[in-house]
């Protein structure tokens, strides 16, 4: 079974570009998780698909950061313009199941884009 | 204000010696708990994890510890081996039940 894919794996951009990152979630799995692990620090929460809704979007930084999920499938994170700070890996994570069971053990994660903003 | 620390940055330890890796949270509403393994160019694995009605869960090597009156949680690998050389995030269930918190990470090597 294939796994989390995210492209492209790495991205590096100026400043007032935009960027759009791609993430397959795992065939079947309802649940597609957004994260951010800026240089050195914690792996940030940004937002929660269930299907094609959004669920939680209470982690995205601003409105320079939009996330679709059209038909509940494959999932995008467009940065326009990026700034320096947008800069770390963006890592996408799919679950059959939603955390608030408490099984987040079924959580797997992408290899992650790493983002570069110039 | 982190919510998940991880306040050692980095560990090392020889090979067939026990690793201990430690983990402190800020918020008592927490109650599950787990550990991801990293390696360098991978996205987080799921270890073990740890509801916060058990004080310890095993699974091998692995071993959790939660200690919840001092909001704290420990990884023990025993024994440890070059292979387990990662970083290690510890992560909570935030009280939604939407997300993971994680802590910074510690980054541990075992040398042979």
């Known amino acids: 079974e294939a796994g989390v894919t995210q492209f492209p794996s790495h991205s590096v951009i100026e400043k007032g570009q935009t960027v759009t990152l791609r993430c397959d979630p795992i065939s079947g799995h309802d649940n597609l998780y957004w994260y951010r692990r800026v240089m050195g620090k914690e792996i940030k929460f940004l937002l929660h698909?269930?299907?094609?809704?959004?669920?939680?979007e209470s982690g995205m930084p601003n409105n320079r950061f939009l996330a679709e999920r059209t038909g509940g499938t494959y999932s995008t994170l467009k940065v326009q313009p990026a700034e320096l700070e947008d800069s770390g890996v963006y890592f996408c994570?799919?679950?059959?199941?939603?955390?608030?069971?408490?099984?987040?053990?079924?959580?797997?994660f992408g290899p992650g884009t790493r983002l570069t903003v110039l | 204000d982190q919510q998940v620390k991880q306040n050692s940055p980095s560990l090392s330890v020889q090979e067939g010696r026990i690793s201990i890796l430690n983990c402190d949270y800020t918020n008592s509403m927490f109650d599950y708990f787990l550990w991801y393994k990293k390696y360098p160019a991978e996205g987080p694995t799921f270890l073990i994890s740890i509801s916060s009605i058990k004080d310890k869960n095993e699974d091998g090597r692995f071993t959790v510890f939660l200690n919840k009156s001092a909001k704290h949680l420990s990884l023990h690998i025993v024994p440890s081996q070059p292979g387990d050389s990662a970083v290690y995030f510890c992560?909570?269930?935030?009280?939604?039940?939407?997300?993971?918190?994680f802590g910074k990470g510690t980054t541990l090597s075992v040398s042979s």
């Open positions: 992560a909570a269930i935030n009280q939604a039940g939407t997300a993971l918190i």
């Open positions: 994570a799919s679950s059959p199941y939603s955390l608030a069971g408490g099984v987040a053990d079924t959580q797997y």
């Open positions: 698909f269930v299907k094609e809704s959004k669920q939680d």
